[in-house]
């Protein structure tokens, strides 16, 4: 009951909704209003400048059916159900984008949604782009605004500008420096501004973001419950990374909170999904008959496979008979070279040779549906055994080779008759227990029942029993009676000749011989086929047998259960301390210290009063507090230190790019597609949101 608070479950997966196309275009289209595009790494979003929240909000993936010239979806439109069927595919490689194709069908799906119904883009666009964005990518871009959707002109801008922008706007005197943490999916920024202008020779980037922590808190989760690692999926992951796990103020000290009675307060469960008594799924008819046609068209399949591999070992088959068979001709026209190639062949005797070609015939029969002739008994090479008469000084060298293949098949006849007469008297004795059995069942069942039990039972008890013996006798090796039996198991390996060494058992290397034998199995070979044989019985006639052990272990709620303790703090701390999760970089605190130490003295003052956190990876409780703490730690003591989280960390970025383009001289910040073909194709104009622009060597 204390825990009844503390326990969750894990949400089921959401399904995700269409993305709405809206019909209201008109409007919009009379007064050129311009669109706003936030293109994150993980979601984008889209809308007209001047409003509030963005229209479209979805996941930044394009996903191709594996179906030939099925249709290219993008992100609402990927369902949930089709996602084993797709091939889901982001344009970004970190936070960059690599694969425009796939970024011109999402752009596709951003106007088609937002209703643009006219043959060209009539609409000023402003897109946000990361931190030092190469000028091929943004190259790209231009070209496919201008030259693919005819757009009257472009705004290039950062998205973590943009929202600290929103910040702002509401201030009498807003900050003109700030030092900007910027945490999103792939990777983390540190941006110091001065002036309302981004210090671009002075950033640092991390590559730890959103999907570096679920991944982790994954692995950590998984490895800590090896027995539940299919239950903990990346989904499940990102919910514990939001809901419930927070930054330590003071990691360290934290840590040993979780040692005392404060631990349990702190740690939170997870219950599994389990069924003690799982039912049929219910399924519809219309199901049912789909299930069927699936499994018919896929038995179709594995029919056509498995008879096109019939056919691929017809012939092999058909290829080893004429091979065998050619041998076997050799036995009349050539018996020299038929001793040859039947050794070669890996046979002794003709015999072995001629079963050998009727069972590949019979396969081939059978696989080709002929009818299949009984195998006649072939019987084995008629022996000269006058050989083994005579001695070998007698003998000349060839004589002597045809002596010893003699007596080498002679034995094999032997050996085979032998077999097949003990098979025969284990038959004939296993027919005779089995009578007596069903006699003594029907006389009393549950005494003879009840014997074999006890039977085995003793067996067990005595074999664990001699087990205990050896264990202990093996635990030490003070006594002489333990050295002598060592010695005395030594002295029976020596020849006569040999002596034992006096010495012998004083030594460690002596005692492993005498260890590895003690330790074996005291199980002998008799009491494993007895058991066996017993086992076999009792299954084959007690009706009252114990319930399986599926029956026996029923799940619990406590087997499947996941206990989060430590891991909620340790998840988001590799932000701080990559290197707990292997990662060999700086960590947010280092990056910051190296920042503000390539700044002037009195700069770093400035941006230290306004430390800004944005972006969907700063929503942890505490981490405000953290920054505060951390930066406390490396900054003068007189040092006035302020830090501020985003109102909304995920929408603030639109929502400032969407004031920005609402301004009346939006204008000036953007490029034209006059000014792109005079200035060329990477040409940026700088704003107080947009990178610094650095014209590429082979620029026009």
């Not at 605190?589 to 503000?596: D, K, R, S």
Request: net charge negative.
């Amino acid at each position: 009951s204390e825990w009844k608070d503390r326990t969750f479950t894990f949400k089921s997966p959401l399904e995700i909704p269409d993305d709405p196309t809206f019909k209201d275009y008109s409007p919009f289209y009379r007064i050129h209003s311009p669109i706003v595009i936030d293109n994150g790494s993980y979601r984008c979003r889209a809308g007209w400048a001047g409003e509030t929240n963005p229209r479209l909000n979805f996941q930044n993936l394009v996903a191709k059916p594996r179906v030939k010239d099925g249709p290219q979806l993008v992100g609402g439109d990927i369902k949930l159900a089709d996602l084993s069927k797709q091939l889901a595919r982001s344009a970004f490689d970190g936070n960059v984008i690599f694969n425009f194709d796939h970024q011109e069908m999402i752009l596709d799906h951003i106007f088609v949604h937002l209703g643009v119904d006219k043959d060209k883009i009539d609409h000023p666009i402003l897109f946000t782009e990361p931190v030092c964005n190469p000028n091929y990518v943004r190259k790209n871009m231009s070209e496919t605004f201008f030259e693919c959707y005819g757009v009257p002109s472009v705004c290039y801008g950062i998205d973590a500008l943009f929202s600290h922008y929103h910040h702002t706007a509401f201030m009498d005197d807003p900050p003109s420096d700030a030092l900007i943490i910027s945490s999103g999916f792939t990777s983390t920024h540190i941006l110091p501004v001065l002036g309302n202008r981004l210090q671009a020779s002075h950033i640092k980037r991390l590559s730890q973001g959103g999907a570096t922590i679920s991944s982790y808190g994954q692995r950590l989760i998984q490895t800590k419950y090896p027995a539940h690692r299919n239950a903990i999926s990346l989904d499940r992951a990102d919910q514990i990374k939001e809901e419930h796990v927070y930054v330590a103020t003071n990691y360290a000290k934290e840590m040993e909170s979780f040692k005392g009675k404060e631990a349990d307060s702190k740690s939170v469960i997870f219950q599994l999904e389990f069924n003690l008594n799982p039912a049929a799924p219910v399924v519809s008819e219309e199901e049912e008959q789909r299930r069927q046609q699936a499994r018919k068209e896929q038995g179709l399949k594995l029919k056509e496979a498995a008879a096109k591999r019939r056919l691929d070992q017809v012939s092999d088959k058909e290829d080893q008979i004429s091979m065998l068979e050619e041998i076997k001709i050799l036995k009349t026209t050539d018996p020299e070279k038929f001793k040859v190639e039947l050794e070669e062949a890996g046979f002794t005797t003709i015999g072995q040779l001629t079963k050998e070609i009727a069972k590949l015939k019979s396969f081939v029969n059978k696989a080709v549906g002929a009818e299949v002739q009984p195998m006649e008994e072939v019987e084995d090479e008629d022996l000269d055994l006058s050989l083994l008469e005579i001695p070998d000084a007698e003998l000349n060298a060839e004589q002597k080779k045809e002596k010893k293949r003699v007596r080498m098949l002679k034995t094999l006849q032997d050996g085979k008759v032998k077999a097949q007469l003990k098979k025969k008297e284990q038959l004939e004795k296993e027919e005779k227990e089995r009578a007596q059995i069903e006699e003594e069942l029907k006389i009393n069942p549950e005494q003879y029942l009840g014997d074999l039990r006890r039977r085995r039972s003793a067996i067990v008890e005595k074999r664990d029993k001699r087990l205990r013996t050896n264990q202990q006798s093996t635990s030490g090796r003070g006594t002489v009676g333990k050295r002598k039996r060592m010695k005395a198991i030594t002295e029976v390996a020596l020849d006569e000749n040999e002596s034992a060494d006096a010495a012998f058992g004083s030594r460690d290397e002596d005692w492993d011989i005498y260890l590895t034998m003690a330790n074996e199995d005291p199980e002998s070979e008799e009491e494993r086929e007895e058991i066996s044989r017993l086992d076999a019985l009792l299954n084959k006639y007690d009706t009252k047998k114990a319930p399986s052990g599926n029956n026996l272990l029923k799940p619990t709620e406590s087997e499947h259960q996941i206990f989060l303790s430590t891991e909620r703090i340790r998840i988001p701390e590799i932000l701080f301390q990559p290197n707990i999760a292997g990662i060999e970089q700086m960590g947010v605190t280092e990056a910051i210290w190296h920042v503000l130490n390539q700044l002037k003295r009195q700069d770093a003052m400035s941006v230290v009063k306004n430390v800004f956190l944005t972006g969907g990876n700063v929503s942890f409780p505490n981490i405000s507090q953290r920054i505060i703490r951390d930066i406390r730690m490396i900054r003068p003591v007189d040092s006035v230190i302020s830090v501020e989280v985003a109102e909304d960390p995920m929408l603030n970025a639109w929502r400032g790019a969407s004031r920005w383009a609402s301004m009346g001289d939006f204008d000036k910040s953007c490029i034209t597609r006059k000014k792109w073909m005079e200035t060329g194709d990477d040409y940026l104009l700088e704003h107080s949101c947009s990178n610094m622009y650095v014209p590429s060597l082979n620029s026009t």
